[in-house]
């Protein structure tokens, strides 16, 4: 396995093994190294990604056993990681364990860093069919990569060493789930450009590590109603 020497490849776990093993192996068969973070999954999941972690290489960190938050600890894991990065002089990739990434499609994001002005670069993604879906279906009628705007989503996508020394992210509102949205718009407040790769698909299984999210499709009034009264998934 090549051990990767710009960046650190990182994919928080919440169950839903068989998808999240399938995006474990696309990575480390792309060549890169991978730390996998397990959110307080079953004991099963434990074990599997333990055992996976020693037929392919890849770092297992068990969140349970360093903090008493509950998932999810998205926060956590990006503080952990932006330290790695800083200390490590690396850029940041956050691939999703819903995304199942090509063998380039790390490499170009990559080189899709243009400049020291460049923030955040996120690929592309699309359903099996190869249709643009969830959370970029805005990015159907974009042609070519560009600077974007809009909200980029953390599927799979590469945070750049300048941005992650740009912001600490030990502000982020601890009371929140979801920090894709809103660290998008901050890099673009800093100065940074955000760059979308339409040209780089990878395939998305929408909320596979998460199936009470499906309701946002299936029944979106239920969705919305566990999102205001339990306090979930809150962005």
């Known amino acids: 396995m090549v051990k990767d020497k710009t ?5 928080p776990v919440k169950d839903s093994m068989q998808t999240a093993e399938e995006a474990i192996r696309a990575i480390v068969a792309s060549g890169h190294s991978l730390t996998v ?20 290489g890849i770092r297992v960190i068990h969140i349970g056993q ?15 990681a932006q330290q790695e ?10 691939v999703e364990s819903d995304v199942i990434v090509k063998k380039d499609t790390i490499d170009r994001l990559l080189t899709a860093i243009l400049s020291k002005t460049t923030g ?14 969830f959370p970029y279906e805005y990015a159907q009628r974009i042609k070519t990569d560009g600077v974007c705007k809009k909200r980029l989503s953390f599927c799979c996508t ?11 992210f030990g502000q982020l509102d601890p009371t929140k789930n979801w920090y894709d949205v809103f660290l998008s718009h901050k890099s673009v407040q800093l100065g940074f450009d955000n760059i979308l790769q339409v040209s780089n698909p990878v395939l998305h299984k929408p909320h596979s590590s998460r199936p ?7 029944n979106p009034l239920l969705y919305y109603w ?3 009264t339990q306090g979930r998934d809150k962005i």
């Open 37 to 56: 973070y397990d959110d307080n999954s079953t004991q099963e999941t434990a074990e599997r990604l333990d055992a996976l972690s020693q037929e392919l």
């Open 120 to 133: 955040i670069v996120a690929a592309v993604t699309t359903d099996a069919n190869g249709k643009i879906i």
């Open 212 to 218: 009470w999210k499906q309701l946002k499709y299936t």
């Open 7 to 11: 960046a650190h490849i990182i994919m």
């Open 66 to 80: 360093l903090t008493d938050t509950p998932s999810p600890n998205y926060r956590w894991v990006l503080c952990q």
């Open 158 to 168: 590469l945070l750049t060493l300048g941005f992650l020394r740009a912001y600490d």
């Open 85 to 94: 990065c800083i200390a490590e002089d690396k850029h940041l990739v956050i």
């Open 226 to 228: 566990r999102k205001l």
